[in-house]
């Protein structure tokens, strides 16, 4: 098969490799213009970041797993828990083959399956069937064999939740796998790694610790920021870009029903062009009444931007961050409020349905512009196969 | 009840009204009244498996594909004998009927001038999915 690689946002370096271009000789972040002549050797097969096709396959993996089984977490775009606990007349190992193989033939897209008694060991059940077990790409820990099989299988740096410190603190003091650490003492690892390292430990011990989470934590934080496609020097291709990510971190709101009170808005050069002038500059905003209207959203954050705003330089990046965020419904209006706040909301409703049906961004305040000079690079964009009527595979018969 | 014309923002909003108004004789088909037929649910069995692809080219006329028609590709179904699929063969997508019999494996068109493949076994070949609904636009042909 031809190897392929997939681009960070704005075309910067790979962030995905498949299995052929890994052997190529490409490496995890490699940036792009260093790869350039191992793709043209290898005929390497090379895509901008896509994450509307992404999102919509990410969906029908999930949607297929949750037919499985009604107790499932989605844990990121490509991962997901799903609980067999009660399901214990089920052959685990015979389940785990055919929702492999039914999510293989519903969506085309390959998966690894990890079964284990707490999410920890099942993390690295996965990790294990992806190096060794490719064929069937699912282990199963039945019992404590297998299980001390796959720990000692496993280096502790490899362990989920295990970061670059800690990594060197504990082969410092002699736990080279995960095995080692099972068999470590607790009080050393409450002293040293705190209740999290004690959570952890007990779930390689097979005792369940992780909390299941059916639905995602409502999110603290809220951000767009985005490297600009090439650097850019004028306050009016700022004013552009800073409002349309306030567009969309409104849009991101309304589809929560939230509304924030905090907003944070930063300009930043490159800071890896060493001979050029650098500058970074953020601002926080508390604002009058928390709100997700765009419009709203959109002049605080070009306060925010005149604020921060120095001429002078090249500009690589942009952001808008809100914070301090509340159900829609709780809103607490100001007493000296003079925003017409039904009309935004009817003018807003108004937008999101017109998009919705027309194309995103298709209504829009015109300071958010049309050129987008600005834009990100993604010369190397496959088409939106799943969501675009007018992007679909064509097949010629 | 009240649906907001979209392209009324600024002055007055016009009701678009899905009620009865309430002065007179109400509706006698008020107690009958179904919801909209929804395409999505009559076309298609099992979404987070049907994927929408567009067809060009002649070869499958008679089976009801014309060139531009729109087919929707159920891949939860598992592909039978005589069942219109879309197929990849030697890297490249094609549609067609497929044939398993004793004399071999086959994609069929369904077109007298086009010949039916024999697939053999050098060719990489796999069944992508199962063609499960054709949408034609009437006015194109």
Same mark, same amino acid.
């Given at each position: ?70 107790? @499932? ?136 610790? @992780? ?121 607490? #209006? ?64 | 009840?009240?649906? @907001?014309? #979209? ?9 678009? @009204? ?124």
């Amino acid at each position: 098969m031809k190897p392929v690689i997939v681009l960070s946002n704005n075309d910067g370096c790979a962030i995905a490799r498949s299995e052929e271009a890994k052997e190529a000789g490409i490496d995890m972040g490699m940036p792009f213009f260093l790869i350039e002549e191992i793709i043209r050797q290898h005929k390497v097969a090379v895509f901008s970041s896509n994450y509307t096709l992404y999102g919509d396959m990410s969906s029908r993996v999930m949607e297929t797993l949750g037919k499985f089984c009604p107790s @499932i977490e989605h844990y990121s775009i490509d991962e997901a828990f799903l609980d067999f606990s009660e399901m214990k007349y089920e052959d685990l190992y015979q389940l785990g083959l055919r929702i492999r193989k039914t999510v293989t033939q519903h969506t085309g897209i390959p998966v690894t399956i990890g079964i284990a008694p707490t999410k920890t060991l099942a993390k690295m059940a996965n990790r294990y069937a992806k190096k060794t077990k490719k064929a069937s790409g699912m282990h199963y820990l039945k019992d404590q064999q297998l299980i001390d099989e796959v720990l000692e299988y496993t280096k502790v740096g490899d362990i989920w939740g295990i970061g670059k410190q800690y990594e060197k603190l504990l082969l410092r003091n002699g736990f080279k796998t995960a095995f080692d650490l099972t068999k470590a003492n607790d009080e050393w690892i409450r002293k040293n790694m705190s209740v999290v390292g004690q959570r952890m430990i007990n779930e390689l011990r097979g005792t369940p610790c @992780i909390k299941w989470e059916d639905e995602p934590p409502p999110k603290k934080g809220i951000c767009t920021s985005r490297s600009f496609g090439k650097l850019v020097t004028s306050k009016q291709h700022l004013q552009e870009a800073i409002s349309n990510y306030a567009s969309t971190v409104s849009l991101k709101l309304r589809k929560q029903h939230c509304c924030a009170k905090q907003m944070h808005v930063f300009i930043q050069t490159n800071p890896f062009k060493t001979d050029e002038k650098q500058y970074f500059r953020s601002v926080d905003m508390q604002l009058p009444v928390a709100t997700n209207s765009a419009n709203e959203l959109i002049q605080h954050a070009l306060r925010g931007l005149d604020i921060i705003f120095l001429p002078g330089f090249k500009y690589l990046k942009a952001g808008v961050i809100v914070n301090d965020i509340i159900p829609e419904d709780q809103l607490q #209006i100001g007493m000296f409020d003079t925003v017409d706040r039904d009309r935004n909301k009817i003018v807003m409703t108004t937008l999101d349905s017109v998009n919705k049906s027309f194309g995103r961004d298709l209504l829009r305040f015109a300071i958010q512009g049309y050129e987008k000079k600005w834009k990100l690079k993604a010369s190397y964009l496959s088409q939106r196969y799943t969501t675009n009527v007018n992007e679909l595979l064509s097949i010629k018969i | 009840m009240i649906g @907001i014309g #979209i392209f009324n923002i600024k002055s007055k909003v016009l009701p678009i @009204i899905n009620t009865p108004i309430p002065a007179g004789f109400p509706s006698p088909a008020a107690d009958y009244i179904e919801e909209t037929i929804d395409l999505n649910h009559l076309l298609i069995k099992n979404p987070s498996a049907t994927f929408f692809v567009r067809v060009e080219g002649e070869s499958m006329i008679e089976a009801f594909i014309p060139p531009k028609a729109l087919l929707l590709v159920d891949k939860s179904i598992n592909a039978s004998s005589g069942h219109i699929v879309v197929a990849v063969l030697n890297g490249e997508f094609t549609v067609k009927r497929l044939l398993i019999t004793q004399a071999g494996t086959f994609l069929t068109p369904a077109n007298p001038k086009y010949k039916p493949i024999r697939i053999t076994e050098e060719m990489n070949f796999q069944v992508w999915g199962v063609v499960s609904k054709v949408i034609i636009d009437s006015l194109d042909i």
